[in-house]
């Protein structure tokens, strides 16, 4: 059995990772704020253990503890584990000085902060399982080039890229270490494109290029973008660069 802990699997790319790896053989554990009936009925005709865990990751300590409990009993009847940390949000679209501290807490809470804590809880968990073993965080190219008006999400992806290389270096020296890695997924056609698209122009510069984006049809939908970062998640290299795109050869 391949096991799957997804994060912000309700909806966008991460609905779309969700039902491709809603496959026999696989096992799905989702962590969103609201849940989806679609993923459940699929998961109900293929005959895939599926579950689906409501927590809001502003506060991701409770749901850490809880991962860290239920993945104990999965071991014996997993060959692999994987933990896709997905979830993100973006605050309001406007220079720093201008974004009330709720929101800027609560993109890096939900960007950063759930990531690192349910990546602590899943190692802990996994430290002597000797099947294979990866995490993979959403980064974005946004935490790799700055953008005015964002400096919430940019900051949480960078971060996201550094932790990812800071856990590399770790999970090395281990014996059962995970492959890990940060992985810009390509840009794509989800709610977070409608807000930035949909953004006051003069409160966000780069408002005109992410219509262009679109106008251009240079977005992924969810599914085509999904299945680039599955393929990338199976590839024999994975790991071998802990921050990384999918459109890397």
């Given at each position: 059995?391949?096991?799957?802990?997804?994060?912000?699997?309700?909806?966008?790319?991460?609905?779309?990772?969700?039902?491709?790896?809603?496959?026999?053989?696989?096992?799905?554990?989702?962590?969103?704020?609201?849940?989806?009936?679609?993923?459940?009925?699929?998961?109900?005709?293929?005959?895939?253990?599926?579950?689906?865990?409501?927590?809001?990751?502003?506060?991701?300590?409770?749901?850490?503890?809880?991962?860290?409990?239920?993945?104990?009993?999965?071991?014996?009847?997993?060959?692999?584990?994987?933990?896709?940390?997905?979830?993100?949000?973006?605050?309001?679209?406007?220079?720093?000085?201008?974004?009330?501290?709720?929101?800027?807490?609560?993109?890096?809470?939900?960007?950063i902060e759930a990531?690192?804590?349910?990546?602590?809880?899943?190692?802990?968990?996994?430290?002597?399982?000797?099947?294979?073993?990866?995490?993979?965080?959403?980064?974005?190219?946004?935490?790799?080039r700055a953008m005015?008006?964002?400096?919430?999400?940019?900051?949480?992806?960078?971060?996201?890229?550094?932790?990812?290389?800071?856990?590399?270096?770790?999970?090395?020296?281990?014996?059962?270490?995970?492959?890990?890695?940060?992985?810009?997924?390509?840009?794509?056609?989800?709610?977070?494109?409608?807000?930035?698209?949909?953004?006051?122009?003069?409160?966000?510069?780069?408002?005109?290029?992410?219509v262009q984006l679109?106008?251009?049809?240079?977005?992924?939908?969810?599914?085509?973008?999904?299945?680039?970062?599955?393929?990338?998640?199976?590839?024999?290299?994975?790991?071998?660069?802990?921050?990384?795109?999918?459109?890397?050869?």
């Open positions: 059995m391949n096991l799957y802990i997804i994060t912000g699997a309700s909806r966008g790319m991460g609905a779309a990772l969700a039902q491709q790896l809603i496959l026999p053989g696989n096992s799905l554990l989702c962590i969103s704020r609201q849940t989806n009936a679609d993923l459940a009925n699929l998961a109900e005709q293929q005959q895939v253990p599926f579950a689906q865990w409501r927590f809001d990751l502003q506060d991701a300590a409770q749901a850490a503890t809880e991962l860290q409990a239920w993945l104990k009993p999965q071991l014996a009847k997993a060959d692999s584990i994987t933990l896709i940390n997905n979830a993100g949000i973006i605050p309001l679209i406007a220079p720093l000085s201008e974004v009330p501290a709720a929101e800027i807490a609560k993109a890096l809470r939900v960007g990531p690192m804590l349910l990546t602590a809880a899943f190692l802990k968990a996994t430290a002597h399982f000797s099947g294979a073993k990866k995490v993979l965080n959403i980064s974005s190219g946004l935490g790799r005015a008006s964002q400096a919430g999400y940019c900051a949480a992806k960078a971060a996201m890229d550094h932790f990812t290389r800071c856990l590399a270096l770790e999970e090395a020296l281990k014996p059962h270490g995970a492959k890990v890695c940060s992985l810009a997924p390509g840009v794509i056609d989800t709610d977070m494109q409608v807000q930035l698209r949909g953004a006051d122009a003069k409160a966000f510069p780069d408002r005109e290029a992410f679109k106008s251009g049809g240079k977005l992924d939908t969810p599914a085509a973008a999904a299945a680039k970062v599955i393929a990338y998640l199976h590839r024999a290299d994975f790991g071998a660069n802990p921050v990384g795109d999918v459109r890397d050869a």
